[in-house]
């Protein structure tokens, strides 16, 4: 088991070249000890280091071991760390506990209270290791699950209207893009390319004689399919990690002018991503074979969104999402054999 220890690097920080030396000489038969008289020092060398636990003085002149203690809080750091004292005095001892220190010794010490100190410190990061990794795979865990149930369940409507699986698969990639290209950082994107996945989740709700059917609905027929995006939004709403995809899923059919769905938002009201979304959503559309019309042309299908700025598409997007969309088709170049009036 103290195998396991052997490698740990420990950087001790003291002004005091006695303290230094003498945890050097306690700590050196387990550990790797590198130490420093600094706090300056210290932080200078903390990325070649990467320290595993760090014993460090309270009071040093310049920048004292509180500053320090507060940096590391303030960087995330979970790096245990041990305050040394020689005059040990309650505010200072809650002050460092409240500022992330890990424990405190106070001088002189005996070398056994130094490597039991240890000890526990890298024991408790070890653990702390172990439950964050644990955390993280469960959640990566759940989140897979749940994306396998999610391509399983659009599969199933997809069965029923052989049109919906490929159709979130083909949005979530362009949208994906478009936001690349609009300059959203990562984890935007990350939203966008799930949300544009799950939008018409809610079609699982839709009965089979409303989804499949091949010719145009008849209006009551509209307001059976028009209830998808509020049932996509419950069936995600207690999803935790999927709130973010919220706005586009239950609004990805509003329109510009307020005639849109469920919640008849108005310009400005509409989340931009619901209104970028629903460009790209309308842009896959036209240029699919649907039941009832068959795919037309890019150029047809950008001259149709263009008709509709204004009034169903928010004009602050539209034309810069058709110029992306026309990027995209360059490179990924589909079949042009779309319907041309
Ligand atoms: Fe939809």
Not at 184 to 195: A, D, F, P, T
Not at 265 to 293: K, N, W
Not at 304 to 317: A, D, E, L, M
Request: aromatic content about 8%; hydrophobic content about 40%; charged content about 25%.
């Amino acid at each position: 088991m103290e195998q396991k220890f052997k490698s740990a690097n420990i950087l001790v920080i003291d002004d005091d070249l006695g303290v230094r030396e003498s945890l050097k000489i306690i700590l050196r038969d387990k550990y790797y000890v590198s130490t420093t008289s600094n706090i300056d020092e210290a932080l200078n060398t903390l990325d070649s280091m990467r320290p595993e636990m760090i014993f460090l003085d309270i009071k040093m002149p310049r920048a004292n071991g509180l500053d320090f203690l507060k940096h590391m809080r303030s960087a995330n750091s979970t790096i245990p760390i041990i305050m040394i004292t020689a005059y040990p005095s309650i505010e200072t001892t809650i002050a460092a506990l409240r500022n992330g220190a890990f424990d405190y010794i106070v001088k002189p010490f005996h070398p056994s209270e130094i490597l039991n100190v240890a000890e526990k410190a890298l024991h408790h990061n070890i653990e702390l290791w172990e439950r964050n990794k644990l955390v993280d795979n469960l959640r990566s865990a759940v989140k897979q699950n749940f994306f396998a149930t999610t391509e399983a369940l659009l599969h199933a409507i997809d069965a029923k209207d052989s049109y919906t699986a490929g159709h979130s698969k083909r949005v979530s990639q362009l949208l994906a893009f478009v936001a690349k290209e609009l300059g959203m950082n990562e984890s935007k994107i990350e939203i966008l390319r799930y949300g544009a996945y799950l939008h018409d989740i809610g079609k699982i709700g839709v009965v089979d004689a409303v989804l499949a059917k091949p010719s145009y609905l008849t209006e009551e027929e509209f307001l059976l399919m028009k209830r998808h995006s509020e049932i996509g939004y419950k069936i995600i709403e207690p999803i935790d990690f999927l709130k973010e995809c919220l706005p586009i899923v239950r609004h990805h059919h509003e329109w510009y002018n307020g005639a849109g769905y469920p919640d008849r938002l108005r310009g400005d009201e509409i989340p931009s991503e619901a209104s970028i979304l629903s460009i790209v959503d309308a842009y896959d559309a036209l240029t699919t074979d649907r039941h009832y019309h068959k795919k037309y042309s890019h150029q047809k299908a950008c001259e149709i969104i263009k008709q509709g700025i204004n009034t169903q598409f928010v004009p602050t997007f539209a034309e810069k999402v058709l110029a992306i969309i026309d990027h995209y088709r360059e490179i990924h170049p589909r079949d042009e054999q779309g319907k041309e009036f």
